[in-house]
């Protein structure tokens, strides 16, 4: 990135070039507020430049149909994100707040992702078969066409390439929105983009905005033939209502509330620990965070008691200072938010812990509620809070479980070995684990039930996403 009055400014990469935008945007660490960099500002403008750019790519280059080109561009993508590791994992700690071990295993995990998007490109799953005597039919699997991907801000290294890494390779030109929050983080990941000589201009496209005219563009345009949102519920809707006149194929992960049911059998030396870290990871700021804890009766009172003092133990500090355990949220107005939901919730629950908050620096907090119709159930925080509720039986633990609009995952923990198979069968969740929290493999398909999402990322459904099904019918000439 050029430097601006020696700190660093990032630019869009459209069409294969460097493009700066009237507007510019500060970037400034949540801990501390300090400026950290500029970056271009985009909008519509850069959305419809960088679709019609993606557009030609897609339309008269070989990229759709050239597999090895694409599984060789995602290997190369892997080998520069390698490299410039260490530089991104402290600049997404500073930018985005959380703990540089959090920001490690974001970064790290993504070089084997695209890895795996590289094997999955040279992988064909059409079929085919002679239907009568000299007809054959068969399928293939095509690029649907160009891909949008509107990138959240809490995860942007791995939640940009969970997206674009299977729209590659499917054979998909990409369009990608990255948030403003983390403009520095989008400029590194655009110039690892601009130095991968397997992708020519045009395929791949990033811009930066602040504000909310270039989505727009993106969910209505006839060109884009596929949209990738994680986000919200409430803007999944939206997304959903401006994109039906395109009839464009969309695949959203949404909200979660994620419920951590804990039996009487649980081993809570392994429990603790675990649920701690699910409240207090990337500070809350996670579609997974264990945001509702449901204990059973018996032992209530012990999970109560570990539980309170090992979140009022958690070091709150600057994501790249060593010493933290959890970051800050990504700014001041998000921390005051969540500090004024759990001030609200104490009106009709007991709040165990409240955590205390400097700045973006907001602690955990713990609140006992019985009323699964209360707004601290049935709402996503998206910070470091979680409910405490009590259960008597597996039916009262699904019922309570299962009382929200949410279903993006579960946790069980028993030492019952038939137990997770059925529990596990009656939550409406898209992933449910058992003793263990947040594991998903690139392998395997991930997304939610209900109204935390449509389609699924990662795992062969992942590239299906971004794929079109064509029926071919071949009738062999009499000889």
Same mark, same amino acid.
């Given at each position: 990135?050029?430097?601006? !009055?020696?700190?660093?400014?990032?630019?869009?990469?459209?069409?294969?070039?460097?493009?700066?935008?009237?507007?510019?945007?500060?970037?400034?660490?949540?801990?501390?507020?300090?400026?950290?960099?500029?970056?271009?500002?985009?909008?519509?403008?850069?959305?419809?430049? %960088?679709?019609?750019?993606?557009?030609?790519?897609?339309?008269?280059?070989?990229?759709?149909?050239?597999?090895?080109?694409?599984?060789?561009?995602?290997?190369?993508?892997?080998?520069?994100? !390698?490299?410039r590791?260490?530089?991104?994992?402290?600049?997404?700690?500073?930018?985005?707040?959380?703990?540089?071990?959090?920001?490690?295993?974001?970064?790290?995990?993504?070089?084997?992702?695209?890895?795996y998007?590289?094997?999955?490109?040279?992988?064909?799953?059409?079929?085919?078969?002679?239907?009568?005597?000299?007809?054959?039919?068969?399928?293939?699997?095509?690029?649907?066409?160009?891909? %949008?991907?509107?990138?959240?801000?809490?995860?942007?290294?791995?939640?940009?390439?969970?997206?674009?890494?299977?729209?590659?390779?499917?054979?998909?030109?990409?369009?990608?929105?990255?948030?403003?929050?983390?403009?520095?983080?989008?400029?590194?990941?655009?110039?690892?983009?601009?130095?991968?000589?397997?992708?020519?201009?045009?395929?791949?496209?990033?811009?930066?905005?602040?504000?909310?005219?270039?989505?727009?563009?993106?969910?209505?345009?006839p060109?884009?033939?596929?949209?990738?949102?994680?986000?919200?519920?409430?803007?999944?809707?939206?997304?959903?209502?401006?994109?039906?006149?395109?009839?464009?194929?969309?695949?959203?992960?949404?909200?979660?509330?994620?419920?951590?049911?804990v039996?009487?059998?649980?081993?809570?030396?392994?429990v603790?620990?675990?649920?701690?870290?699910?409240?207090?990871?990337?500070?809350?700021?996670?579609?997974?965070?264990?945001?509702?804890?449901?204990?059973?009766?018996?032992?209530?009172?012990?999970?109560?008691?570990?539980?309170?003092?090992?979140?009022?133990?958690?070091?709150?500090?600057?994501?790249d200072?060593?010493?933290?355990?959890?970051?800050?949220?990504?700014?001041?107005?998000?921390?005051?938010?969540?500090?004024?939901?759990?001030?609200?919730?104490?009106?009709?629950?007991?709040?165990?812990?409240?955590?205390?908050?400097?700045r973006?620096?907001?602690?955990?907090?713990?609140?006992?509620?019985?009323?699964?119709?209360?707004?601290?159930?049935?709402?996503?925080?998206?910070?470091?809070v979680?409910?405490? !509720?009590?259960?008597?039986?597996?039916a009262?633990?699904?019922?309570?479980?299962?009382?929200?609009?949410?279903?993006?995952?579960?946790?069980?923990?028993?030492?019952?070995?038939?137990?997770?198979?059925?529990?596990?069968?009656?939550?409406?969740?898209?992933?449910v684990?058992?003793?263990?929290?947040?594991?998903?493999?690139?392998?395997?398909?991930?997304?939610?039930?209900?109204?935390?999402?449509?389609?699924?990322?990662?795992?062969?459904?992942?590239?299906?996403?971004?794929?079109?099904?064509?029926?071919?019918?071949?009738?062999?000439?009499?000889?």
């Amino acid at each position: 990135m050029p430097k601006t !009055e020696t700190l660093p400014h990032a630019r869009h990469y459209i069409d294969g070039q460097w493009q700066d935008s009237g507007s510019r945007g500060e970037s400034r660490s949540p801990a501390t507020n300090g400026l950290l960099g500029t970056f271009a500002d985009g909008g519509a403008r850069e959305a419809r430049a %960088a679709v019609a750019a993606a557009r030609r790519a897609f339309d008269s280059t070989v990229w759709s149909r050239d597999r090895h080109r694409r599984a060789a561009a995602l290997h190369e993508l892997a080998d520069r994100l !390698e490299q410039r590791k260490d530089e991104l994992i402290t600049l997404l700690a500073r930018e985005n707040g959380k703990v540089l071990s959090e920001a490690a295993i974001e970064v790290e995990g993504t070089i084997p992702k695209l890895r795996y998007h590289a094997a999955l490109a040279l992988t064909d799953y059409g079929r085919a078969g002679e239907v009568r005597p000299g007809m054959y039919s068969m399928t293939l699997r095509e690029a649907a066409g160009v891909a %949008a991907v509107i990138v959240p801000w809490n995860s942007p290294v791995i939640l940009s390439a969970r997206s674009f890494a299977p729209a590659l390779a499917a054979g998909c030109t990409v369009v990608m929105k990255m948030p403003a929050q983390t403009g520095l983080v989008n400029g590194v990941l655009s110039e690892i983009i601009a130095d991968t000589p397997s992708l020519d201009p045009g395929v791949f496209n990033v811009f930066t905005e602040s504000g909310n005219a270039g989505a727009p563009e993106l969910v209505s345009s006839p060109d884009v033939d596929v949209l990738s949102y994680t986000g919200s519920t409430a803007v999944g809707r939206v997304i959903m209502e401006q994109a039906a006149p395109t009839l464009k194929t969309l695949s959203m992960e949404l909200g979660g509330k994620t419920p951590m049911l804990v039996f009487d059998d649980a081993d809570l030396d392994a429990v603790v620990p675990v649920l701690t870290k699910a409240v207090t990871m990337f500070a809350g700021q996670f579609c997974m965070t264990g945001s509702r804890i449901l204990v059973q009766r018996g032992v209530a009172d012990e999970l109560r008691r570990r539980l309170v003092a090992a979140l009022e133990a958690v070091r709150v500090g600057p994501g790249d200072d060593p010493a933290s355990e959890m970051g800050a949220m990504i700014d001041e107005g998000n921390a005051q938010r969540v500090e004024q939901t759990v001030a609200a919730a104490a009106d009709y629950a007991t709040v165990l812990v409240r955590g205390k908050r400097d700045r973006a620096l907001l602690g955990p907090s713990l609140i006992e509620v019985a009323d699964v119709s209360s707004p601290i159930v049935q709402r996503e925080v998206f910070g470091p809070v979680a409910t405490f !509720e009590v259960f008597d039986s597996e039916a009262d633990a699904v019922a309570r479980a299962n009382a929200t609009e949410f279903g993006l995952a579960a946790s069980i923990w028993t030492r019952d070995v038939d137990r997770p198979l059925r529990v596990g069968r009656e939550l409406r969740a898209g992933t449910v684990w058992t003793n263990t929290w947040a594991m998903v493999h690139d392998q395997f398909e991930e997304g939610g039930f209900k109204q935390s999402g449509v389609g699924r990322l990662n795992g062969i459904r992942g590239i299906e996403e971004f794929q079109e099904t064509k029926h071919l019918v071949h009738v062999a000439p009499q000889l």
